[in-house]
Every structure is written in C-alpha cells, then in structure tokens.
C-alpha cells in the first residue's frame, strides 16, 4: 500500500490539471475552428465577446447553461440522462496515459509529467476509446426518434469499421518501439519519427480518427441534411453541449494520440536539456494536428454513406495489413542482415502500397462515373 502522502497529492493536482486542460481546450477549441475556418471562407468569425472574439466560450457556455432543457415524452429517461456522460468521459480518461512530457525535478522530488505509465497503454488507448460508441448508441435509442435511431445505427456501423483499421494501425508502431508503453514509444523516436518509417500507417491512423470522432467528411452519424442532427437531435442545454464538449475533446485527444504515435510527442531541440519544454513541444504538434482537422472540414464534402463503409473495408483494412507485414519484413531483415537500408524498405514500400490505394479508388470511382452516364 502507498504511504507517501505526498505522492497521491501529485497524483490528485496532475488529474485536475490533466481535467481542467481538456475542458479549456474544448473551449477554445471551438473559437480556433470558427476563426480557422472563417479565415479559410473569407469571413470575420466570432469577434463581438471581448478582445478579438476570446469570450466568445465563455458567452457560448453562459447561453447553455441556462438554455431550457427538453426530453421526449416517450424518451428512456435514466439512459437518455446518462448517455451524454458515457460519451463524454472516455475522451478524459484516456489523457491520463498520455505521456505530456518526461521528468522535472521540482519541489526536491522527481515529478513525471504524466499520470500513468502503464505497459499496455496502447491497449488501454483502443479499449477507452472504442466505449464512446456506447454513449452514441444509447442516445439514438433512448430518444424514441426515429432520426436519432437511424444516427446511432450508422455510428455503430461506422465506428466499427474504422476501429479495425485503426487498431491494425497502431501495430507498426508497437513493432518499431518494441513495446506498448506510450512513454517508451516516444523514447523510441529520439532518432527518428515513426512517421518517416511508416507514412501510410500514419495516414490510415489519421483517417480512422476522423472517422473515430464523427468529424467531417466523415460526420454520418449527425449529417444535418439527412437525419436533422442525427443521434442527439433531441438534446438541447446542456446535455447538447456535452456531446460537443465530448466531440471536440476527442478531437484534442487522438491529436496527442498521434503526436505521441507518429510524431515524437514531447520530443524536441533542447528538450534532454529542458524536459520543461516537453509539454510546449506537444501542444504545438497538437495545435498542428488540430488546424489540419479544421482544414479538411473546410475543404472536403461529406462522404456518401456507402463509400463511406466501402472505403473502409475495402481500402483501409487491407492497407493497414500491408503496413504491419512490411513493417515486419523490414525489421526481421535489419534483425538479420544488419543493415540499416532494411528499415528504409519500410516507408518506400509502404508508399507504394499508398499508390496502389489511391489508383483503386481512382478507378472505382471511373467506373462509378462511367455506370451513370
């Protein structure tokens, strides 16, 4: 059992801190999508709430607090309560494995800027991740509606699908770190960033997460156009803003995911030096990431949902296998011969397997163009 006090004191401030990031970041997240996006569409964006628009959170958190509430008559009550709360908490408990950056000595003791380090965090990472879903499910069900019903149903279908490619895209990653520990995944990379070796892997984790957090141009489950907002088109107040609240941490979440994955994490220049800088290190790659996901809703149009599925099984899946067979070619030949070129067999592999996806899906569509006329 754990005497040290003190220890469960840093546990508890680095938890809050962990929280009250998350819940800021959300905030915020939402002013630098609107500016972000109001720039790309030449528009103004929120400015009125304080100096350049920054209280514009602040205001819109004001309007739904004390926004009315309203349920279904013939709603499941206890679960269309606890359902915003079983989308939402996912995104938080999977900071907590998220290494924000090595260790400072402070206060006489060494502090780990992360919570936990555990040596499945991978795992743990896919096994959290994929409960969301659940809260999804049971808002479109315990509404009544026959909207909602139809929204959760294509976020079953559309979840699942892309979860077995993003999972069998994380296993390059635990094959090239040699383990599942996201801290010493990222010592791993001191040399070079996983997504040199394995570009496609990284891309095919980037477009499972889009299609992970419901984000455009994979956003299905609430296309507006079709389905009136689709699983949560009953909510209103506050539990509407939990699902966002939910949406948009996710966003911040799988960002870090796959900074931590792909990009180093909280590597960077002087950061042996200054582990300090750990953690401004990975809030510039997230913000990176970030401005990328506002990019494409900005750019591509919502993805019909047949396409949606086929691309998925049919393009994903078998190149998320492709990458872990090449990416386990290339390292038993290293292990073999060693010869540091086998690892670049990786990457050009794995682009030439990105080259034989993208023409497929040229020709699919050719031929999907050519059916019509």
Request: net charge positive.
């Amino acid at each position: 059992m754990i005497t040290d006090w003190t220890l469960w004191l840093e546990w508890f401030i680095k938890a809050l801190v962990i929280i009250f990031a998350l819940l800021i970041g959300f905030a915020y997240l939402t002013y630098y999508e609107r500016r972000a996006l109001a720039r790309m569409q030449t528009r103004i964006g929120p400015n009125r709430a304080g100096p350049y628009g920054l209280l514009q959170p602040i205001a819109d958190a004001i309007k739904l607090i004390f926004k009315e509430e309203l349920s279904p008559a013939k709603a499941y009550k206890f679960v269309f309560f606890l359902s915003p709360i079983l989308t939402l908490l996912p995104s938080i408990v999977i900071g907590a494995v998220i290494p924000w950056g090595a260790t400072v000595h402070w206060f006489g003791r060494d502090i780990n800027l992360y919570l936990a380090d555990i040596n499945v965090a991978v795992l743990f990472f896919a096994a959290i991740a994929s409960v969301s879903v659940y809260g999804i499910v049971l808002a479109g069900w315990s509404s009544n509606s026959k909207y909602a019903m139809l929204g959760a149903m294509r976020s079953t279908a559309q979840m699942i699908s892309y979860e077995v490619a993003l999972g069998i895209s994380l296993t390059p990653v635990i094959l090239l770190a040699n383990s599942m520990s996201m801290r010493e995944i990222v010592e791993a990379q001191r040399s070079m960033w996983f997504v040199v070796y394995q570009p496609l892997g990284a891309l095919i984790f980037w477009i499972a997460t889009l299609a992970e957090v419901n984000r455009a141009p994979f956003d299905m489950p609430e296309a507006e156009q079709e389905l009136t907002a689709g699983y949560h088109a009953e909510y209103s107040g506050m539990k509407f803003a939990l699902f966002f609240m939910a949406e948009y941490q996710k966003m911040i979440i799988v960002s870090a995911i796959l900074a931590v994955f792909f990009f180093g994490g909280y590597l960077g220049p002087g950061e042996a030096q200054y582990p300090i800088l750990g953690p401004v290190y990975m809030f510039a790659k997230i913000m990176i990431l970030l401005f990328v996901m506002i990019w494409v809703r900005a750019t591509w149009p919502r993805i019909r949902y047949d396409r949606l599925m086929s691309f998925g099984w049919k393009i994903l899946l078998p190149a998320s296998l492709a990458t872990v067979f090449l990416t386990a070619v290339g390292i038993l030949m290293f292990d073999v011969a060693k010869n540091a070129l086998w690892m670049w067999f990786i990457p050009v592999s794995s682009m030439l397997v990105f080259a034989i996806c993208v023409i497929g899906v040229y020709q699919a569509l050719r031929r999907l163009t050519y059916e019509r006329v």
